[in-house]
Each structure stands twice: as structure tokens, then as C-alpha cells.
């Protein structure tokens, strides 16, 4: 059974930084294509970043140069360093992990497993 937990969130001010983790069971992160979602109230979700299991990465254009997707495929985990974070990066974020090898990170159709979430607020 797949599952992923994230951790990490919670309020900071603009300017600030918060590292997102996700910790991956039932699946390996060296065969699934793993990425970052988010979503704020009234607004569609958006891809944040993604990660190949061959380390190749990509970004959505509002978060380029402000954070970074990692993975450590020992522990299993994936993570999320934001850093100058906005007002407009408070959002539910969320970790999701592909059916395999690859992943569009505009379509969220390309992954299968998704968790929980966890809030991430950043205030002015």
C-alpha cells in the first residue's frame, strides 16, 4: 500500500523559509517520478515542482529560483526548501508520487498517489 506524509508546514512571514518533507512508503522513489502540488481556497491546483528518478527536476515559473525539490532515495523521502516565501504561496501543499518513470508537472493526471497536505501560510 502506498502512502505519503508530508510535514513541514506551518505560518511564516514573507521573506521567510520552511522546508517540506515527504516521507514515501509502498513505492521507491528511484522508479516513480515524484512532485509538489499546491492549492489555495478558490483556486485550481497548481504543480509546483517535480523530480525524475534520475534527479532531473523541474519548476512552475512562481517558484523558480525561490525553491528546490530534493530527494534522498536512502530514506525514501522527498523534500521542499522555499525560500523568500509570499503572501501568495499560502496554500495547502501536496506530495504526490507518478505511476512510474514519468510525470508532467502540468498534468496532474500523470500521478497516481497523493497525501494529505500540509498548510503552509506566510503572511505580510
Known amino acids: 500500500q502506498v502512502q505519503l506524509v508530508e510535514s513541514g508546514g506551518g505560518s511564516v512571514q514573507a521573506g521567510g523559509s520552511l522546508r517540506l518533507s515527504c516521507a514515501a512508503s509502498?513505492?521507491?522513489?528511484?522508479?516513480?517520478?515524484m512532485g509538489w502540488f499546491r492549492q489555495a481556497p478558490g483556486k485550481e491546483r497548481e504543480g509546483v515542482t517535480s523530480?525524475?528518478?534520475?534527479?532531473?527536476?523541474s519548476y512552475g515559473d512562481s517558484v523558480k529560483g525561490r525553491f528546490a525539490i530534493s530527494q534522498d532515495k536512502v530514506k525514501n523521502a522527498m523534500y521542499l526548501q522555499m525560500n523568500t516565501l509570499k503572501p501568495e504561496d499560502t496554500a495547502m501543499y501536496y506530495c504526490?508520487?507518478?505511476?512510474?518513470?514519468?510525470?508532467?508537472?502540468?498534468?496532474?493526471?500523470?500521478?497516481?498517489?497523493w497525501g494529505q497536505g500540509t498548510q503552509v501560510t506566510v503572511s505580510s
Open positions: 523530480i525524475y528518478p534520475g534527479g532531473m527536476t
Open positions: 509502498g513505492l521507491s522513489l528511484s522508479t516513480n517520478c
Open positions: 504526490a508520487a507518478a505511476y512510474g518513470t514519468y510525470c508532467n508537472l502540468y498534468d496532474g493526471t500523470t500521478f497516481r498517489y
